[in-house]
Each structure stands twice: as C-alpha cells, then as structure tokens.
C-alpha cells in the first residue's frame, strides 16, 4: 500500500507536470538565470521574491514622512491610534491600498518610506481617503 501511495503521489506532483514545469522553468531562467540567485541563501532569496509577511507596524509610523501635516496634528494621531487597534489582516489590506501589495520586499519596513498628505479639499468630511499607490502616499481628508 506505501509504495502504491507512494507511486500515486510521484505521478500526481511530479510526471503529470513534468512537461508543465519545465516549459516553465526554461521560461524563468531565461529572464532571470541561476547563477544569479546562487548568491542568496534559501531564507533571502525567499524575501526578495515573496518579501516580508511579519511586520514592525510601529516602524511604519516612525517613518512617514508627513505632507500638510504634522505628526502632532489631532487627524494623524487619530489616524494612527486607530491604525493600530488594527487586527492584523485589516493592517495588511491598508499596506495593499497604499501599496498595491501586503507585503513589503527587500529591506521591510526600515527602510519603506511612505506619505501621508493632506488633500485640501474643500469639505473633507464628503471625501474619503485614497491612495497613490505608484507614489506610495495616502491622502488623509481631515
């Protein structure tokens, strides 16, 4: 019985999509060759294709960069109190409406920078937030 299960899991995950992966696999090293990746651990090489899924959220905040704000004023430590009572996935879905990914590759957070930016609209309490994602700045109506 093993070594039928075993045949059966042999054929499932490896001959049935064999011609599959390596289509694909020639495909990948064309754009991006082996010998490239060689100089990257196992655990690195895992961040900078899936990037970091852990997160120091209060790093977040420490490197905002503020435009028409200040960091004292009451709309930013509002916004910030609420940020984080957050669970966990709600602070992810807003790193993917700022970002267009929740996740963050390369160095993480210490060195992710993003703005937050008054839009000055005439009754921000019509207007609702909204991100630049290819800018990475959030507009904050007050």
Known sequence: RKEYVDLYVDYV???SVRKQFEDFMQGFLRGCPARNWKMFFPE???VLLQGYSTFDWHLLEKNVVYTQYKKLDQTIRNFWTVFHKLPEEKK?????FLSGSDRITGYGLGCFRFCIADPQVENPDES???ASTCSLI???PR
């Not at 992810?92 to 993917?96: C, I, S």
């Open 44 to 46: 690195e090489l895992q």
């Open 92 to 96: 992810r879905m807003f790193l993917a």
């Open 138 to 140: 959030l507009f904050l």
């Open 13 to 15: 995950f490896n001959k």
């Open 128 to 130: 609702s937030p909204y």
